[in-house]
């Protein structure tokens, strides 16, 4: 069972396009995570959003979650060749943690 | 301050036989906890342990175990392995307070091959 959506599934973008990931749940989270993977390694922490609405910025990346922290979006300004990768969210509820399917992400410069 | 480390980085196996994974978490955490992931798609969570404990476990079978050590660094015992069991194993440490776990932080994983 997957409890978290994410979408797109995949994306292809030129430099310098903005882009938005979702990430959908019906679940409720005490916390909300992105990452990046690149191909072999394990992931690397963006973000971690805490309350309803929150709004953090990361550079060029501006995470947002979910009034409901129930979902969460990503989204990239002027994307550059180095933000390709595979971004992850990532839901903790009690002592677990629930990823979603993934977003393949390439910047082609 | 240390970060995760797992052993070991690459690993070939035969379909029947047992492999065992290791991880050392990172300094200050006291929680580990184990993820499949196959090519392609996200993480899929083995197990937790906390505390020399299993405290929370996925959709996986009893032939997937698991132990954590008095300074928190841990072993994924995975036994008959099936050609399914090809994946990269993901540890990830995180420091637990009551009810309350804090961000989790990954090691670089062990890509396993069953042939």
């Known amino acids: 069972t997957q409890l978290l959506e994410q979408s797109p599934q995949f994306l292809s973008i030129q430099e310098g396009e903005n882009l938005t990931v979702y990430c959908n749940s019906s679940?409720?989270?005490?916390?909300l995570q992105w990452y990046r993977q690149e191909p072999g390694e394990g992931p690397v922490l963006l973000v971690t959003v805490v309350t309803g609405g929150e709004v953090k910025k990361l550079k060029r990346l501006t995470f947002q979650f979910g009034d409901a922290r129930k979902d969460s979006s990503l989204h990239i300004t002027a994307a550059q060749p180095g933000d390709t990768g595979l971004y992850l969210c990532a839901g903790a509820t009690g002592n677990q943690f629930y990823f979603g399917t993934g977003t393949s992400l390439t910047v082609i410069p | 301050e240390t970060g995760v480390t797992q052993s070991p980085t690459h690993l070939i196996k035969t379909r029947g036989q047992q492999v065992t994974l290791r991880c050392s978490s990172q300094?200050?955490?006291?929680?580990v906890s184990w993820y499949q992931q196959a090519l392609g798609q996200g993480p899929q969570f083995i197990f937790q342990y906390y505390r020399e404990e299993e405290n929370g476990r996925g959709n996986f079978p009893p032939r997937f175990s698991g132990l954590q050590f008095p300074n928190y660094s841990s072993e994924l015992n995975v036994n008959a392995l099936e050609l399914d069991d090809s994946a990269l194993y993901l540890c990830a440490s995180s420091h637990k307070r009551g009810l309350n776990q804090e961000t989790q932080y990954f090691g670089p994983g062990t890509r396993l091959l069953v042939l």
């Open positions: 300094s200050g955490h006291n929680t």
């Open positions: 679940s409720v989270f005490s916390s």
